[in-house]
């Protein structure tokens, strides 16, 4: 059984930088044709993809976001994270990691979330 865990601060300040651990326990990132996502709910709004990091370790973003938006990983550690610069009160959201199955284009497995708030 896969699972992922988030971490990370809470409360961001505006203009600062957000970065979010997702920790996988139960399956290896590097393993073949799977690949792991950042995922992002803001309140009132519907899911919102913002990247992800494939098995071998490239990665893509939402057009939306790459500007701001890094994905990196730590293979001896299992875990992959997120970094979003230059945040605003529009980045209030939860924020999920999740993997991707790359052959049926499904997400399989997902964290629990984590609340970050974007806040002076």
């Known amino acids: 059984q896969v699972q992922l865990q988030e971490s990370g601060p809470g409360l961001v300040k505006p203009s600062q930088t957000l970065s979010l651990t997702c920790t996988v326990s139960?399956?290896?990132?590097?393993?073949?044709?799977?690949?792991w996502t950042w995922i992002r709910q803001s309140p009132g709004k519907g899911l919102d993809w913002m990247g992800v990091?494939?098995?071998?370790?490239?990665?893509y973003f939402s057009p939306s976001l790459e500007s701001r938006t890094t994905i990196s990983r730590d293979t001896s550690k299992n875990q992959f994270s997120l970094q979003l610069n230059s945040v605003t009160p529009d980045d209030t959201a939860v924020y999920y990691c999740?993997?991707?199955?790359?052959?049926?284009?499904?997400?399989?497995?997902w964290g629990q979330g984590t609340q970050v708030t974007v806040s002076s």
């Open positions: 999740a993997r991707l199955n790359r052959e049926s284009d499904y997400v399989d497995y």
């Open positions: 139960g399956g290896s990132i590097t393993t073949n044709y799977y690949a």
């Open positions: 990091i494939h098995d071998d370790g490239i990665t």
